[in-house]
């Protein structure tokens, strides 16, 4: 299946890499197979053209999911997206398809007593991951401007329809202590507003994500290095992901994603930032482009109170465990048993 | 009776003609299509750690700013403009960690540097350590007789060397270079040295891996000393929020809930 395509890409003058031109030699001269020449000529047939972007696209229908790949299909694949997303956005691109590394869990820590909610680790995630600008707007990162509440003694019981109930710090008619709701809109002209804090959510990469338990067709699964990763050519959109996951973490492309040139990061891995397609489910990967190489995520670097911090969770030197050895840390939802690996923690 | 309906008919498609235009302009996309990118940015704060929009190769920018604060968003070279942080922490076993800092000597807005004025003939060395009136640099400290930070208990030349203004002085009379302010802070405020050492207080850019080269950010690139009590930290204006729903003109749905809702 990959002898054809190469040949009709082969006919496109785009640059080529050293080693992808020697590849493209030696499969010119190793002949076709007759089913593959077949499906070829379905493709550009069905597809009603013979552009190498139309057959780049056949291309990706036919691959397998990304775990079933062979080394070689997976540096296939690579090679075919690399060599379209340049065209695509005239910039040399690469696709990394590192997987993880050895002895490395990754864990997240956030300071919720130093976020101000000033968003910046909004656009940061933005500009990295090439998430779509405009229609459908799609951010992984909201920022919750929550109430801070305290605790009455008055206020516990007061209207309350059973005196025997459970619920702490309020009502069912009055809240009492933190309200569990937040607005994500809020557009002040400074932050922090008196009175309120903030709380950002993003993908928690749960050790028992819900997201994968659900997803139909297995394009969404936990590597090792504790990251929940999408094969987005295997994503059927159907959106099961979405309903459940509890904490928001994931975005759906209802539209064809607008992610203008001048924009886009071409530092890309195939299971994270790549451009995505229409009727795909995506989120925060731990920018797995960056972390795999040793870098830490965009949003770690932008905040600019350093209320984020991320590390190794089996190395006892690392930020992340010092945390957890020193300071008050929760993690949200904790009762549903998703083990999440991003931790909120405390002064 | 059909008059009515099609006018109804037609109210809605108004409305749904409408609907884009209720977006308020202060999204995102607005400030992508709109304003430029700022070639002058800042890091933390605004004033406390600027940095200048560059290429540090072709193709690649040394920072990306935000279009509506000028805050830096991402950073191409974490390690732009860098130089060793020299002396590690004690008792951190960074030994084998390359860390390094942004020089806070390119950032003060008097270092020319100090001792060309402060050099004992121009402007005579401090005969004692008492409070006094300045003759300069209100705008840093507007009212020395009534410094801010320690309550009372210090005062400038208990940090800044008299006799060489270049440089801090600790408690001990040992020498301190400008652009490793944490080991003077550090002398005082233990706690928070132990955490920003172990990286929990403060911030680092670069690598996460043991070992790998990392740009700490230090104490006065986010804390100004001389303002600790009033203008803690000053606030500042937050990034665009996300687009409303398509069919949203404002963010009332959100404010349903929780305790100002009056349930």
Redesign the interface.
Known sequence: MSEPRDKDEKKKDAPLKPDEASRREFLGGAGLSVTAAALSGAGALLSGSDEAEAKATWGEWFQKNYRLMTEDEKREAVLRLEKRYTEEFG?QTTVDSAPAKEGVLFGYALNIQKC?????C???C???NNQS??NP?I?WI?VLKM?K?NFLAGDMDKGYPDPAGIQVGGNA???SGV?L????????????EKGYFYFPMQCMQCEKPPCVKVCPVRTTYRDPDGIVVIDYNWCIGCRMCIAACPYWARRFNWGEPNL?AE?MNPVTHYLGNRPRMKGVAEKCTFCLQR?RQ???T?C???????AR????LL?P???VR??LE??KVFRLKAELNTYPKFFYFM? | MRKTALAMLASFTAVLLLAPALHAEDTYIHYLKNKQEPADCFESRDGYSNATRTEVEPGLPNVKCSNKTGGVLWWGDPFDGTEPMGEMPVEADYTREEAVVKPRTGQLKYYMPCTACHNGSMVPYPKNKNPRPLAMHQDIVPDSMNLQHGQGAIWCLDCHNARNRDTFIDHKGGEIGLNQPQRLCGKCHGEVYSDWRDGIHGKRIGSWEKGGKKRWWVCTECHNPHTVQERRFDPIAPEPRPQYPRTRANADHERGHGAGAGH
């Open positions: 910039k101000i909610g000033c968003r910046r909004v656009y940061a933005v500009k990295e600008r405009d707007e951010q909201r109430e509440g008619y009055k809240n309200v709701e937040g607005e994500h809109y809020y557009e002040p002209a400074e932050v922090p203008p924009e972390t040793g870098r830490y965009a770690v670097e932008v905040c600019p109170v350093g911090k991320f590390g190794n190395d030197d690392s930020e010092k945390i020193k300071k002064d």
